[in-house]
């Protein structure tokens, strides 16, 4: 009971009963994207997925990582780590600009499998215990968790009871398994949250089959979670939690105008361009190559 009050706590009185989440997504979370989600109906943001490991020991890399905005609240930090000390080491230097510290438990990309972290940590439930009991220990601020799930609807309950024993006070289910991705992505489960969600105290988040606002309301009304968690859906249309499909230039001016206030990486610019433009794009191929090829942020408007 301790657990539920606490990671209810959190939910309620920290980040303020969100129903609506911005997904952490690698180089396509940044300051400019959120600033622009949460005046679209997003009520909780996440950073990118970053490395606790060179966060910890370079401070160009942090530099680069806290974007300063004192309004850019609630936020919670995601890292990506295999080592108990070293993602204690980047909770404690994250603690003062953020409102919380979510570890990757479920990216199942290439460069994850490479590097031991996200989803390839499934099957070592000690070791990431060991990681969120660890941090746990060293920060005032809660640890949080985004899993991926397994074939077995049981040994996903399994695997988010440990974590929540461990200290999670949040836990976001991405109903697929570690290998659909990319043209395996297909469908994902909404019983493996649902039977998550019945079976921990704290909050879960659902994340998988988000595409418009409906999907959102049919996913709570079924799995009955805290709250959905979309990326792919905001990408394309960062207006998702409104229930708008607004033409692809106004988004794209309202991300640009948001840019221009909060300089970032062109490449993340161009990332966004190209999802919010896609079917713009397959009408006017000829776009493609300048966008591609553009050097500087103003070009890139024009």
């Not at 939910?11 to 940044?30: C, I, N």
């Not at 994207?33 to 490991?53: D, I, N, Q």
Request: proline content about 6%.
């Amino acid at each position: 009971m301790a657990e539920e009050n606490e990671g209810y706590k959190f939910y309620k009185e920290v980040l303020g009963s969100p129903k609506h989440v911005l997904a952490p997504m690698v180089d396509q979370s940044e300051l400019p994207f959120r600033k622009m989600s949460r005046e679209l109906g997003v009520h909780l943001c996440y950073t990118p997925m970053w490395h606790a490991g060179i966060f910890s020991r370079d401070p160009k890399y942090r530099k680069l990582v806290i974007e300063h905005c004192p309004d850019d609240r609630p936020l919670l930090f995601q890292f990506c780590a295999n080592d108990p000390e070293k993602f204690a080491h980047a909770c404690e230097l994250a603690e003062p600009h953020c409102d919380g510290v979510d570890l990757n438990l479920g990216c199942p990309q290439v460069i994850a499998a490479r590097g031991h972290y996200g989803a390839f940590l499934m099957e070592e439930w000690e070791r990431v215990e060991n990681i969120i009991r660890t941090a746990c220990a060293r920060i005032k601020k809660p640890i949080t968790c985004k899993i991926r799930v397994y074939e077995s609807i049981e040994k996903t309950v399994e695997y988010a009871k440990r974590l929540e024993r461990a200290g999670a006070k949040i836990i976001t289910v991405h109903g697929r398994r570690r290998e659909q991705r990319g043209p395996l992505t297909g469908i994902a489960s909404w019983d493996h949250i649902k039977a998550v969600k019945e079976a921990v105290s704290v909050p879960v988040f659902a994340n998988g089959n988000i595409q418009y606002l409906r999907d959102v309301e049919k996913c709570i009304e079924y799995t009955k979670v805290d709250a959905v968690m979309s990326a792919e859906g905001a990408l394309y249309n960062p207006a998702i939690f409104t229930g708008r499909q607004p033409p692809a230039w106004e988004m794209v001016d309202k991300y640009l105008a948001y840019c221009n206030q909060y300089p970032t990486n062109l490449s993340y610019v161009r990332g966004h361009l190209f999802r919010m433009w896609q079917k713009c794009l397959d009408n006017f191929p000829e776009m493609r190559h300048p966008l591609g090829k553009v050097k500087k942020f103003d070009d890139m408007c024009k």
